[in-house]
């Protein structure tokens, strides 16, 4: 009697009845490849696969969204708005404004094409990076980089003239190649600052590279052919800091205004209203915090997806999930938002192969 009341107590004790999720969750069901190797089904098959791959998944739909938002979804009109925002036609012109942010890691690495990609069809309208996400998309031109190993020893790559980044390889040369390059352009803009009072800034400058640099492989030639500002706010930290450090004793008196480009940076999120903002940042540091905090100055965007590896326990911003932009006002609470916890040279392909790249092609069949 005493082991059948045990017994009982222990069964419902492990069996709990569940509550229902049919009809609240997703059911977890991957990709069949009985179907055939069908790549637009697959990436589809992400969300309901689980763990990273579903994050994947809820990053294409979000994406999606900020491509797929029309002013002329907003059911409400502000009173006080402009005769041209209630105009039907207008509304239904104005799309979400993105924000594209990425470490120099990724344009060392083949992303620098994904990125070329966008830029060129005008599929983001600003871009953050570093330094290095200048400079190595410039030196590409001039020079490739190569595949190597991330065991290669260091003092050996060091005899050699090797730089690693990762399991990339980057000649030393190449960097001579780029200061022979940029130091003339260097010269030419010092003098236009002296004969022509042109008050240069870190985004001009970078549009001046794009325009001196007339390569097509060049994400920056297509930001500046297409009028697409690019943000450094850390001009200085790399190898093109080296090289106006290296030109300061050549010729001193180049000055270049931060200000005026903070100004600029936070006045594209001040002033995108009535559009919707949509942040996309791939890895963590400068770049996704200086989008972010243009973005408090509207009270927040409306959509980010992040994808990085950086881990929050650490009390890093790079770590940081988007709730915590919530808390400071840099994402809005009702935003749609996403972390994908994934190298980005892996998901960032996948995520644009079905959103960005998919749209185009769906709209170019519609025309033909």
Request: charge should be negative.
């Amino acid at each position: 009697m005493e082991d059948e009341r045990v017994l009982s107590s222990v069964h419902s004790t492990v069996f709990k009845e569940s509550e229902s999720l049919e009809g609240k969750c997703d059911k977890i069901e991957g990709y069949d490849f009985n179907q055939g190797v069908n790549y637009p089904k697959l990436l589809r098959s992400m969300l309901t696969t689980g763990f990273q791959a579903s994050n994947l998944g809820e990053a294409i739909d979000v994406v999606n969204q900020m491509l797929d938002w029309r002013l002329s979804d907003e059911t409400t009109v502000a009173e006080d708005c402009s005769e041209e925002e209630k105009d039907p036609a207008y509304r239904e012109s104005v799309k979400c404004k993105i924000f594209l942010g990425f470490t120099s890691n990724l344009v060392s690495s083949g992303v620098r094409e994904t990125i070329r990609y966008l830029v060129q069809h005008h599929m983001v309208d600003v871009i953050v990076t570093t330094t290095g996400g200048v400079e190595e998309d410039l030196i590409k031109c001039l020079a490739p980089t190569f595949k190597g190993d991330f065991s290669l020893p260091g003092a050996y790559l060091r005899s050699k003239g090797l730089n690693r980044i990762g399991n990339l390889l980057v000649p030393n040369d190449n960097y001579c190649k780029f200061e022979d390059w940029i130091i003339p352009i260097f010269d030419q803009m010092l003098k236009e600052q002296k004969e022509e009072n042109v008050l240069w800034t870190p985004s001009k400058l970078l549009a001046r590279l794009g325009k001196e640099i007339n390569n097509e492989s060049s994400y920056l030639y297509w930001a500046y052919k297409m009028n697409i500002p690019v943000f450094c706010p850390g001009l200085t930290d790399g190898s093109l800091g080296d090289m106006l450090y290296f030109h300061s004793f050549r010729t001193s008196g180049l000055v270049i205004d931060v200000v005026q480009d903070i100004r600029a940076m936070n006045g594209e999120a001040v002033h995108a209203c009535p559009r919707k903002t949509g942040m996309i940042i791939l890895g963590g540091g400068l770049p996704k915090h200086h989008i972010c905090n243009a973005n408090m100055m509207r009270n927040g965007a409306d959509y980010a997806v992040f994808i990085n590896t950086g881990q929050e326990f650490d009390g890093s911003d790079s770590g940081a999930r988007p709730d915590e932009a919530v808390s400071w006002g840099k994402i809005r609470g009702s935003a749609k938002t996403v972390k994908v916890y994934c190298d980005a040279t892996i998901a960032f392909p996948l995520l644009v192969a079905e959103t960005f790249a998919s749209k185009r092609e769906e709209n170019r069949e519609t025309k033909a």
